[in-house]
């Protein structure tokens, strides 16, 4: 049954309230945000039989729906959207960064890691002054410095080793064409090159999205990106050697070590070595706590090195355990209940994950941090009148872990594509170079990531405890990426595939999503275009203008910090139904989905 009177009459209040004077705290500026807010670009929802393509940008999504039209697979659909990414949204992601991808082939689904990883001449200490503090987030990042191997390419090979059926070279061709004929600039990519303060500085990525009097492409303007496509043409033909190997190699060694600032420490071996991993995915039950339907789901997120679906798991079952099962979303008291639910969650991800090759799980196993008497004791630490504030880390094992956690650091950047084939082969992919921009290094007309600064900056606490996401060679960091398969528990049916962009937050709106479709049944494009909201284990955070005052002031009567932000989420999801599919893509960018 969809809660008619308690989520529609809380869309149609929301909604309503986009325009009320902002009561945004003066250190609303505080919370980062991985990309600037652009225009809001209206989206009607989706729907169709066969397939299905939801990507950031209608060039992607056009480009998957194209691999899909000519008998590819949804693996194929997912590489030719993401080299169209990789042009037409380069603030995003790209062949020199990474990206997790959840696969499910009907029988089995498959998490495939292509997380970048630190050289193995980075230390603990890299983002370390020589006064013993911790660098400025944009000190560490714009340079070679924070540059960490890139390995979507080598993760997307992996992949379609298995997984695809059209040739890897034909999966490039929409990409290639579009870098070397052009395509249009949009009013995003616009905006936030004119917002940027560093790309600029660097003098490849000056001479391509600049013009001689240091402006920024004009909307609506063809660029063209005739590097990229010979690149583009070399990995087509050649496959990721062309990438981590050769001369294509030695010039992002070149760009990381000999930047005359902030040199990083990447080498050729280490781009030569670089390994994808395939993991298990982290999957659990879930039941919808109000739901007078007997369905149960299983949903699947990435395992460590990825914090989004342990975090996000923890966030639905702690909140199952309170009275906001019994509470409207527009009512002030569930979003008490879900930001306590978020301090709670975040405070165990910020002891506890990390890379699961350097970092033992909490009692031997991530899924203790999901284990229902943990949550039900996580829950009651929850009270209906005040707020927590800031939550400790629990203890989900006999013995307290021997470690620290981690300070609050900025987290940024990304995108994501879901794709459904009309086999029923379906997958969730987020990527990323971290910051918007990266880097803001450009080698052979692609930028490289700063994936690096999502470790922690500070090794060790004060004690002398190590924190677990601490820089170590070879490791790779921790993330928030949570690209997220749901599946009906009993049949196995596919029912739901989304993901988001947006550094830490993005677990936040994964979460929403996942509770506006499972729990109160909303199609994919209400559910995101419900208001943003979420805690870090600091203020509550809501989106900028999407709140009423009295909402707000009930929140800080129950002794919330409120910070209303801008929450510039990028949410793509497909869902299956008895009608067929149902797609939506966030109107906070410039989503498309696509399909028949």
């Known amino acids: 049954?969809?809660?008619?009177?308690?989520?529609?009459?809380?869309?149609?209040?929301?909604?309503?309230?986009?325009?009320?004077?902002?009561?945004?705290?003066?250190?609303?500026?505080?919370?980062?945000?991985?990309?600037?807010?652009?225009?809001?670009?209206?989206?009607?929802?989706?729907?169709?039989?066969?397939?299905?393509?939801?990507?950031?940008n209608p060039l992607a999504s056009e480009a998957g729906a194209a691999m899909l039209k000519a008998g590819g697979s949804a693996i194929d659909a997912a590489i030719a959207a993401q080299m169209v990414l990789g042009l037409v949204e380069p603030q995003s992601s790209g062949?020199?960064?990474?990206?997790?991808?959840?696969?499910?082939?009907?029988?089995?689904?498959?998490?495939?890691?292509?997380?970048?990883?630190?050289?193995?001449?980075?230390?603990?200490?890299?983002?370390?002054?020589?006064?013993g503090k911790p660098m400025s987030f944009h000190r560490a990042v714009i340079g070679g410095r924070a540059v960490g191997v890139?390995?979507?390419?080598?993760?997307?090979?992996?992949?379609?080793?298995e997984y695809g059926r059209l040739p890897w070279a034909s999966l490039f061709e929409p990409a290639i064409r579009l870098a070397e004929g052009g395509f249009p600039v949009g009013p995003r990519l616009h905006a936030l090159l004119k917002a940027d303060a560093h790309l600029r500085l660097d003098g490849e990525a000056a001479a391509y999205f600049y013009d001689r009097e240091g402006q920024p492409v004009a909307v609506g303007s063809t660029l063209r990106n005739s590097e990229l496509a010979a690149v583009l043409r070399r990995i087509a033909t050649e496959g990721s050697p062309a990438l981590h190997q050769g001369e294509i190699a030695q010039a992002i060694v070149h760009k990381v070590r000999r930047h005359p600032d902030n040199p990083g420490t990447?080498?050729?071996?280490?781009?030569?070595?670089?390994?994808?991993?395939?993991?298990?995915?982290?999957?659990?039950?879930?039941a919808p706590p109000r739901s007078t339907e007997p369905r149960r789901y299983r949903i699947c997120g990435f395992p460590p090195p990825s914090s989004g679906a342990i975090a996000i798991v923890q966030i639905l079952g702690i909140l199952g355990n309170t009275a906001a099962t019994s509470l409207p979303f527009a009512d002030p008291l569930w979003m008490h209940y879900y930001s306590e639910a978020a301090r709670l969650a975040?405070?165990?991800?910020?002891?506890?994950?990390?890379?699961?090759?350097?970092?033992?799980?909490?009692?031997?196993?991530?899924?203790?941090?999901?284990?229902?008497?943990?949550?039900?004791?996580?829950?009651?630490?929850?009270?209906?009148?005040?707020?927590?504030?800031?939550?400790?880390?629990?203890?989900?094992?006999?013995?307290?872990?021997?470690?620290?956690?981690?300070?609050?650091?900025?987290?940024?950047?990304?995108?994501?594509?879901s794709v459904v084939?009309?086999?029923?082969?379906?997958?969730a992919m987020t990527s990323t170079i971290e910051d918007a921009f990266g880097a803001r290094q450009m080698v052979r007309g692609f930028l490289l990531n700063n994936?690096?600064?999502?470790?922690?900056?500070?090794p060790r606490d004060d004690h002398g405890l190590p924190i677990a996401n601490r820089v170590e060679p070879g490791k790779r960091p921790r993330s928030s990426m949570s690209p997220t398969l749901v599946f009906d528990e009993l049949t196995g049916e596919l029912v739901l595939s989304g993901g988001s962009p947006g550094g830490a937050l993005i677990i936040h709106y994964t979460a929403k999503l996942l509770q506006a479709t499972l729990d109160w049944q909303l199609t994919p494009q209400e559910a995101i275009e419900l208001p943003n909201f979420g805690s870090l284990n600091g203020p509550t955070l809501l989106e900028e203008g999407r709140f009423p005052p009295a909402f707000v002031a009930a929140l800080r009567s129950l002794g919330h910090e409120v910070r209303e932000i801008?929450?510039?989420?990028?949410?793509?999801?497909?869902?299956?139904?008895?009608?067929?599919?149902?797609?939506?893509?966030?109107?906070?960018?410039?989503?498309r989905v696509v399909g028949e």
């Open 1 to 56: 049954m969809k809660p008619f009177p308690l989520v529609f009459a809380s869309l149609a209040l929301l909604g309503a309230c986009s325009n009320v004077a902002s009561t945004r705290s003066p250190a609303a500026t505080e919370i980062h945000q991985p990309e600037g807010v652009s225009a809001h670009s209206p989206q009607p929802g989706w729907r169709g039989q066969r397939f299905a393509v939801a990507t950031a």
């Open 451 to 458: 994936q690096l600064s999502d470790f922690s900056f500070l």
């Open 421 to 427: 084939d009309g086999d029923g082969n379906a997958l």
């Open 566 to 591: 801008g929450m510039s989420s990028g949410l793509q999801a497909i869902s299956k139904g008895v009608r067929g599919y149902s797609g939506g893509a966030d109107p906070r960018r410039e989503g």
């Open 266 to 286: 990447l080498s050729l071996s280490d781009l030569a070595g670089y390994q994808p991993q395939r993991r298990q995915p982290y999957c659990s039950a879930y």
């Open 346 to 417: 975040f405070a165990d991800r910020a002891r506890y994950v990390a890379d699961p090759a350097f970092a033992a799980a909490p009692a031997g196993s991530w899924y203790s941090l999901i284990a229902p008497d943990y949550l039900s004791a996580r829950a009651r630490l929850i009270q209906a009148g005040s707020s927590m504030k800031v939550a400790e880390p629990g203890v989900p094992g006999p013995v307290p872990a021997t470690r620290s956690s981690m300070p609050d650091q900025i987290e940024h950047g990304t995108t994501h594509l």
């Open 150 to 161: 890139p390995g979507v390419v080598r993760m997307l090979e992996m992949a379609h080793a």
């Open 95 to 131: 062949i020199g960064g990474g990206a997790f991808l959840l696969h499910h082939d009907g029988r089995q689904t498959v998490a495939f890691d292509g997380r970048e990883t630190a050289p193995a001449a980075a230390g603990e200490n890299l983002f370390i002054n020589a006064d």
